[in-house]
């Protein structure tokens, strides 16, 4: 059972930053795409950044050129390091695994959120 915990939320003033920490443990046979969502309340969960696996990343819009992914796979790690926090960053945010298993599927698998506050 693979499981994954988030760190490293909040409460920052706009215009600061933050690095949000997602830990993997459990057996892997191999990591497929990982991503960051965000979800506020009243509100459908949204992809945050992506790393595809093969190096490739894709952002929001709304996050370009101020959030980045960082991944280490060799310490099942993952990283979101957020710039220029805006109001609107402000969200529950939760780090996802696509784990691969030797049959060729792929399970998702979710951390349980940490809170980032954006608020002067």
């Known amino acids: 059972q693979v499981q994954l915990v988030e760190s490293g939320g909040g409460l920052v003033q706009p215009g600061q930053s933050l690095r949000l920490s997602c830990v993997a443990s459990?057996?892997?046979?191999?990591?497929?795409?990982t991503s960051w969502y965000r979800q506020t309340p009243g509100k459908e969960r949204e992809l945050v950044a992506s790393e595809l696996g093969d190096g490739s990343e894709k952002y929001a819009d709304s996050v370009k050129g101020r959030f980045t992914i960082i991944r280490e796979d060799a310490k099942k790690r993952m990283y979101l390091q957020m710039d220029s926090l805006k109001v609107e960053d402000t969200a529950v945010y939760y780090c996802?695994?696509?784990?691969?298993?030797?049959?060729?599927?792929?399970?998702?698998?979710w951390g349980q959120g940490t809170e980032v506050t954006v608020s002067s």
């Open positions: 996802m695994y696509g784990v691969l298993t030797e049959g060729g599927r792929t399970i998702d698998y």
């Open positions: 459990g057996n892997m046979y191999a990591i497929g795409p």
